[in-house]
């Protein structure tokens, strides 16, 4: 209980350095001092901020993972993936900016691969699309949900993320429906490399 505490205190303070300035401006020594901890407890949980920063971002996805199981659509599933980053707007922006980028690039496209992947498998009830072309159309909207958000983050995230989300909704709506009844009528494809 007392080691959960600590990750969480370590994790929560570091989101709050992040908010405050950017990454490459945090040391592990500000971190433990701001978290009244000493050196040795940090390394005890962490290799490095890195590490303290990819954590964060395996529990926003375990948390959105779980809670995108009931979403009723895709964009309730990715409204809730993009919650954190709305939320932490200038810690976001600053990992956007590091050399660390990757972390937030990776965070999404996960996310939205899940949210995707289950949007599809749910349309496609009753429709016999190919299992290939159910990967090739989640992959496609994963993909460009991803970039979209990275978009906005670049951007300064001026617009609000949920208006974005619930826009592109609107003018896609039905879009992956269709390309799962267009599959059926095309050959199957030996798809090798979607995955």
């Not at 990819?54 to 926003?60: H, K, L, M, T, W």
């Not at 199981?69 to 980053?85: H, R, Y």
């Amino acid at each position: 209980m007392a080691q959960q505490y600590t990750r969480n205190m370590i994790r929560s303070v570091f989101i709050e350095m992040l908010d405050e300035r950017p990454l490459d401006e945090i040391t592990v020594t500000d971190l433990v001092g701001r978290c009244e901890i000493n050196r040795k407890t940090f390394y005890y949980y962490y290799q490095d901020l890195y590490a303290v920063l990819s954590e964060i971002f395996q529990a926003e996805l375990d948390r959105v993972l779980a809670r995108s199981v009931d979403a009723n659509s895709w964009e309730q599933g990715f409204i809730e993936a993009v919650s954190f980053a709305a939320g932490h707007k200038r810690a976001i922006y600053h990992v956007y900016h590091s050399m660390r980028r990757e972390e937030l690039e990776r965070y999404l496209y996960a996310a939205a691969g899940d949210v995707m992947t289950r949007y599809v498998e749910r349309e496609s009830e009753g429709i016999h699309a190919s299992a290939g072309d159910k990967r090739i159309i989640a992959q496609f909207y994963q993909s460009a949900l991803t970039q979209m958000v990275m978009t906005w983050v670049g951007q300064g995230m001026k617009d609000d993320a949920k208006t974005l989300i619930l826009r592109i909704g609107q003018l896609f709506d039905g879009n992956i429906r269709l390309s799962l009844e267009r599959s059926v009528k095309l050959p199957v494809m030996p798809w090798k490399g979607i995955d």
